[in-house]
């Protein structure tokens, strides 16, 4: 959850003072929608969030120098730039975002250097205690490591969600079954006394019609040949 922040008593006092102001026609052409906004947010001492603060210290930075200019300390007709510095919080406003904006820049590095620290820490351990076995995983163990057909595992374990389109043939489980990713159902054999469905890798599957003629080919599947 994003953490909020309170406007002071102090930044709520600035708002309602530069509102009324407004409100007696002393701030013609002051500030923008955003900076009335904003004013309001104040004077309701409204929680506001991480990045409004961020703004507010912007805009803060960039308008001190407001302070340099004509009527700023005129209590009775001060100038735009500081109607509207009291829109957006007065000094409390400027001293309360600069206190945030500079926390959470601490709490980054604070952070940066944790990562900095930590890799000093590998780096030492590994030269205390240099590695001394080393273990490789080809591609082909990485292969056989996802091969969805265990040897240790039976039919039902492999077969989820097969479904015969054959009543009869599907009397061996009864319950919805499937080949493994990678292999396809080509009818069904025989397996420890009762009919399991004949899966066969996709790309050796083929249809009765396209089998070839001629060649003798003993499929290690099911133990039959096919012509």
Known sequence: MAEGYKPTSGMQS?????????????AKGAGTAVGWTRAGQLARGETLSLSTVKRMYSYFSRHEVDKKGKDWDNAENPSNGKIMWLAWGGDAGFSWSRKIVNREKNMKKSL???????EIKDILEDAINPVDTVVEISDEDLVKSTDPKDEDQT???????????????????NVEKAC??????????EKNGRMVPNCVPVEKSYNEDEKPKKEMKKSIWDGAFLK
Do not use: C, F, H, P
């Open 155 to 173: 039919d039902e374990e492999i077969s989820k969600t097969y479904e015969s389109d054959n009543e009869d043939e599907d009397k061996w489980s």
């Open 180 to 189: 493994w990713s990678g292999y396809t159902q080509r009818g069904m054999k």
């Open 14 to 26: 600035a708002a309602r003072r530069a509102i009324k102001l407004k409100e007696q026609g002393k």
């Open 112 to 118: 940066e250097l944790q990562e900095v620290v930590d």
